[in-house]
T-cell receptor, first 112, second 113 residues
Framework: QKEVEQDPGPLSVPEGAIVSLNCTYS??????FMWYRQYSRKGPELLMY????GNKEDGRFTAQVDKSSKYISLFIRDSQPSDSATYLC????????????FGTGTRLTIIP | NAGVMQNPRHLVRRRGQEARLRCSPM?????VYWYRQLPEEGLKFMVY????????ESGMPKERFSAEFPKEGPSILRIQQVVRGDSAAYFC???????????FGDGTRLSIL
């Protein structure tokens, strides 16, 4: 069983829709949670960085962490064609343990 | 305000040759991380370095792979006697310190003939 599970998709939604992306994990030691966006042939770009449970909002993006369920989500409001990319969740353990564990990524396409 | 710079972007080697991948961290960043991405798989951690020190190499294969981050110059990931299974995208990330977000370069795509 992988430590981090992420539905690979592909996921296609019409422009303007709300997108929901999710990951589950099995290691309760994970404390820091991230979402990265990766365009084709490019490196991952950090979108959201959160600690422990709760919500964090940044523009059209909202990250949610539910540690009791070992479940994290990324919501994208008013989706745009430029949001079409692969979205990677990542997480790591406590202070001093810098290794990131990634999901396999969800490929998202926003249809104009 | 340059980000993490990796070169070369593409590298082709024949089996048995050596591959050297270079990474210059963002300005002000002294922590470097290397990850490998195989097709249809997520990024896998390889090694974490600070200047002149290897902090965590738990993801590095035991043989043929090595990494360094010298006092001057870029971090180097070195793969000796490459095999077909080494074909992958290798990404470098950097951060200004411990417990800080990691920012990635655009990777080096290594192909083994």
């Amino acid at each position: 069983q992988k430590e981090v599970e992420q539905d690979p998709g592909p996921l296609s939604v019409p422009e303007g829709a709300i997108v929901s992306l999710n990951c589950t994990y099995s290691n309760s030691a994970f404390q820091y949670f991230m979402w990265y966006r990766q365009y084709s042939r490019k490196g991952p770009e950090l979108l959201m960085y959160t600690y422990s449970s709760g919500n964090k909002e940044d523009g059209r993006f909202t990250a949610q962490v539910d540690k009791s369920s070992k479940y994290i989500s990324l919501f994208i409001r008013d989706s745009q064609p430029s949001d079409s990319a692969t979205y990677l969740c990542a997480m790591r353990r406590d202070f001093g343990n810098e290794k990131l564990t990634f999901g396999t990524g969800t490929r998202l396409t926003i249809i104009p | 305000n340059a980000g993490v710079m990796q070169n070369p972007r593409h590298l082709v080697r024949r089996r048995g040759q050596e591959a050297r991948l270079r990474c210059s961290p963002m300005k002000g960043h002294s922590h470097v991380y290397w990850y490998r991405q195989l097709p249809e798989e997520g990024l896998k951690f390889m090694v974490y370095l600070q200047k002149e020190n290897i902090i965590d190499e738990s993801g590095m294969p035991k043989e043929r792979f090595s990494a360094e981050f010298p006092k001057e110059g870029p971090s180097i990931l070195r793969i000796q006697q490459v095999v077909r299974g080494d074909s992958a995208a290798y990404f470098c990330a950097s951060s200004p310190g411990s417990n800080q977000p990691q920012h990635f370069g655009d990777g080096t795509r290594l192909s083994i003939l």
